[in-house]
């Protein structure tokens, strides 16, 4: 009877392990993760596990995929400072830097790999010149909701990762 009571019982978890690896996970395709996105948050991770809000403790931005693979992606600092002379062209060093330093903007089209589970941007235009024409790779989760990617090489100095986070607002 003990042997008959412990040889089901591992059948039983045999079998309960056999099946958590055999149902395949959903794999998100561009168009699940189609939609209009806020963003959450954008920090680098340094190699002591320390993170950096780039945008601020606030960021804000939008993310918007659509079923054709096209994009545009936005970002901002909270408070970036006003140009004093309310023209851009008069602006000053400082306020410059803040303009660019405290944004991103970029856009063109988009693939999904559903088995690596990434997205690959193809960059047209950006506000940092030195991604135009660029493909970039990110390894992403998405859980419906919530679409979160990594950047592998984020482009500020002295990040290991970065960790990009958005929520779908339509």
């Not at 039983?12 to 189609?34: E, F, H, R």
């Not at 919530?146 to 500020?156: D, E, L, Q, R, S």
């Amino acid at each position: 009877m003990k042997l008959r009571l412990i040889l089901n019982f591992f059948l039983l978890a045999w079998g309960s392990a056999y099946a958590q690896n055999t149902v395949s996970k959903p794999k998100a395709t561009m168009y699940d993760i189609a939609g209009t996105y806020a963003l959450v948050l954008v920090d680098n991770l340094l190699a002591d596990g320390s993170r950096i809000h780039l945008y601020g403790d606030n960021p804000h931005g939008t993310l918007m995929l659509d079923n054709h693979g096209n994009y545009v992606l936005q970002i901002e600092s909270e408070g970036r400072p006003r140009f004093k002379s309310g023209d851009k062209s008069k602006g000053t060093d400082e306020e410059n830097r803040f303009a660019v330093q405290g944004s991103n903007a970029h856009f063109g089209t988009y693939s999904v790999d559903t088995e690596k589970h990434t997205i690959t941007f193809f960059i047209k235009y950006a506000s940092f010149p030195n991604w135009e024409g660029t493909k970039q790779v990110r390894p992403f989760v998405f859980d419906g909701r919530v679409f979160k990617y990594t950047v592998p090489a984020p482009t500020t100095g002295g990040a290991v990762t970065g960790e990009v986070e958005w929520k779908r607002i339509d």
